[in-house]
Nanobody, 115 residues
């Protein structure tokens, strides 16, 4: 069993920054992928960024150059540094943890960007 605990969401003005954290605990596999997805009201959940246990990262085009995903494998924690936030970044942000045979979602954290 793996548990995910997210933190760091909130309300910020356009142009501001937020940092999200997602801590995994339990039976963590050494090879895994952790990522952030988001879901705005009335829209489907979409990929924001992912990072492998080896440190390879990928981003949605909409956040490239503004968001940075990183991880601390010793703490089993993944971070999402979000800069130059825009109102269209407003959404519930979900962390996930995946291996070849397992997928787990966090409970989500609200990010609201005011104009």
């Amino acid at each position: 069993q793996v548990q995910l605990v997210e933190s760091g969401g909130g309300l910020v003005q356009a142009g501001g920054s937020l940092r999200l954290s997602c801590a995994a605990s339990g039976s963590i596999r050494s090879i895994n992928v952790m990522g952030w997805y988001r879901q705005a009201p009335g829209k489907q959940r979409e990929l924001v960024a992912t990072i492998t246990s080896g440190g390879y990262s990928s981003y949605a085009d909409s956040v490239k150059g503004r968001f940075t995903i990183s991880r601390d494998n010793a703490k089993n924690t993944v971070y999402l540094q979000m800069n130059s936030l825009k109102p269209e970044d407003t959404a519930v942000y979900f962390c996930n943890y995946a291996t070849s045979t397992y997928l787990l979602w966090g409970q989500g954290t609200q990010v609201t960007v005011s104009s």
